[in-house]
């Protein structure tokens, strides 16, 4: 590896480097996803993110909802957002925290046209047509390795998740986070049983304390549904795979993060104040973990699974991991790196995550990845309470 | 952490008192590996890949340890090389009632 590797991305007025170009068409009330989607359909190369929710939340919820459009519209990926939605406060409000990064924006409303949603679809397409003219200029340029900011999951997880597939996503963050790079991962009750290991990883005692609070949280929360975990998680593909318990679970599924201190806790879809390495508290459903990392501005993620998970990001290309040999086989074209050497005892893990790093930094510079071409993705809204 | 290598069965920390099947394993002989160290168990049943092996008798409600970290405690009495999973092994964590 060179000493200062770097990958071909798009610099953006916030001073980020985005790895994909897209417009955004960002639909943030679910009573206007029709028009969003008639308009992404009209406009190709853009992205489609609507979310059903955007009215009737509050508190927490509505702090989640809000953090999530935000972050997805800051997201460096898209060059420019456009959003749609109900009324024109709530898209001002939204369009105005997007362009506090530079952002090119515009916002669409359905009371800007007396409620005619076609209409609406109508001058939504006008406005996506400009911004997409406008990102149309980008070029891509040399950018450090340091300026990734990386998201790692694991779904589907099987006991050579625990054994490999996760331990060479940590070894890819490590090898970030020493360059001077941003790894985020969550999945909350995936720390179940493992928050001892976990909490001495914390750069100091308060993030230790708050490792081991936001666990003892969701623990409460789970038991106070008056079900097991068991079967739900380890779900019953996990427990197929091996997986006994939920702490087995959890032990193999933080190595995943790799081994530099954990800098913050962070909530759903909160950016991070530094870099290096950072653990989100959400849930442990991959797509509303992922939309958390997206919205909290990671750019590309890596998602390790044992028997495979076709679900990727839709903002950030996602690149999937397994050693299980059988499923590398069997899911070519869904398996982005192919780690079942190191399972079989044929190849070591630091050279199939110098591989899995090299491999990062091209798709950074734009090669894609199975999710993106077969567009096996989405955005996923995390909800933490119900509407009113 | 410890790297899987040719041997049938991996046992991650010395403290482990299960073992994890690296390919489907028969009745009988296994390998298994502990960082340098290798050991030899007997299967007492069919293991599928991925699933555990017991490498000690383990009584009812014995801490069970892979990782070098307790993952539930035995639910019955477990022989040498019995494949240990939900039906002998319960997590400590978030249960109902």
């Given at each position: 590896m060179p000493a200062n590797p770097t990958f071909l991305g798009y610099r953006r007025p916030s001073g980020r480097a985005g790895v994909r170009n897209q417009l955004l068409v960002l639909c943030i009330n679910g009573l206007t996803s029709p028009a969003a989607r008639r308009i992404a359909a009209s406009l190709p190369g853009s992205r489609l993110v609507a979310t059903p929710y955007g009215r009737g939340q509050f508190g927490a919820d509505k702090a989640a909802h809000e953090r999530q459009m935000v972050g997805l519209g800051r997201?460096?990926?898209?060059g420019a957002t456009l959003v749609i939605g109900a009324d024109r406060e709530s898209v001002d409000h939204v369009a105005a925290a997007i362009a506090t990064v530079g952002k090119p924006v515009e916002a669409v409303a359905l009371d800007d046209v007396h409620e005619d949603a076609l209409a609406l679809a109508d001058r939504g397409l006008r406005a996506g047509a400009r911004l997409t003219h406008a990102i149309s200029r980008a070029r891509r340029e040399p950018v450090s390795a340091a300026e990734l900011f990386v998201g790692i999951e694991c779904g589907h997880s099987d006991a050579t998740s625990g054994l490999v597939s996760n331990p060479l996503a940590g070894a890819v963050a490590d090898r970030l986070v020493d360059l001077g790079g941003t790894v985020v991962f969550g999945?909350?009750?995936?720390?179940?049983?493992?928050e001892h290991v976990l909490a001495t990883r914390a750069a100091t005692d308060g993030v230790g304390q708050a490792i081991r609070d936001v666990v003892l949280q969701r623990e409460a929360a789970v038991a106070a549904t008056g079900t097991d975990l068991l079967g739900n998680n380890p779900g019953h593909e996990n427990i197929r795979g091996g997986l006994s318990s939920i702490e087995e679970k959890s032990l193999g599924a933080?190595?995943?993060?790799?081994s530099r201190p954990i800098r913050s806790v962070l909530a759903i879809a909160q950016a991070p104040d530094t870099t290096g390495l950072h653990v989100m508290d959400g849930p442990g459903f991959s797509p509303e973990s992922l939309t958390g990392f997206a919205a909290a501005g990671a750019q590309v993620m890596l998602f390790t699974t044992g028997a495979g998970n076709s679900f990727c990001n839709a903002l950030a290309p996602t690149l999937k991991i397994s050693a299980h040999p059988e499923a590398v086989q069997r899911l070519r074209e869904q398996?982005?790196?192919?780690?079942?050497a190191v399972l079989l005892g044929t190849a070591d893990l630091e050279q199939v995550a110098a591989q899995a790093f090299d491999l990062l930094l091209e798709t950074a510079s734009g090669t894609a990845t199975w999710g993106e071409i077969l567009d096996e993705t989405a955005e996923v809204f995390i909800r933490t309470g119900s509407s009113y | 952490m410890t790297q899987p290598t040719s041997c049938e069965a991996i046992a991650?920390?010395?403290?482990?008192?299960v073992a994890t099947a690296l390919r489907a394993l028969e009745p009988g002989a296994v390998s298994v590996r502990c960082g340098e160290q290798i050991s030899v168990v007997t299967a007492a049943e069919p293991i599928p890949m991925g699933h555990k092996l017991a490498l000690t008798a383990l009584d009812v409600g014995a801490p069970i340890r892979k990782y070098g970290s307790v993952i539930g405690l035995a639910t019955a009495a477990i022989k040498p090389g019995a494949h240990v999973h939900v039906h002998n092994l319960r997590s400590r964590r978030a249960r109902a009632g």
């Open positions: 997201n460096p990926n898209a999945e909350t009750l995936e720390w179940l049983g493992a933080i190595a995943k993060g790799g398996i982005d790196i192919d780690a079942s | 991650l920390d010395p403290s482990d008192n």
